[in-house]
């Protein structure tokens, strides 16, 4: 059976110490924004897109590299992290899986305010580290969480 990957893009928004997530209709469970990168978008401008689109936020990601401009190309803001996600599996074999690109940001508040279409602002709440070690999450979200909200408040120091 061959696999089917599409390329994704996720970004942990944090303000004040808190990531913001959602509650995914569909899938039954807490995710931040993203979603598909679009053939004409970079995975980076995807996360900005979909949190725009999800939340309403415009989001400043969180880089650690120095970027190199030169004539022949330039630097995209890389990832925290890449995630491998089995979407459908069939006798033990993906047939579709998302490879997600992982981004941490900031954000200038906290007023949730999805673009028409979207779930509503009552489908989103922020956690704290504390939250999410104590709440009914997906091992990842907590890892993954909990590292943006430390990576994000060094930055804003």
Known sequence: METTRHFTATVYVVHDGATALHEHRRLGIRTPPGGHVDRDELPHETAVRECREETGLTPTIVTDEDPI??????????????????????DGTAAHQHVDHVYYATVPDRDVDPADGEEGADAW??????????????????????EAI???GA???
């Open 155 to 157: 930055t804003s120091e």
């Open 150 to 152: 430390r990576v994000a």
């Open 69 to 90: 401009e030169a004539d022949a190309g330039r630097s995209l803001p890389r990832p925290r992290r890449q995630m491998l996600y089995d979407i459908d599996v069939f």
């Open 125 to 146: 709440d922020w956690y704290t580290p504390a939250d999410l070690r104590a709440g009914d999450f997906d091992s990842d979200v907590v890892e993954l969480g909990v």
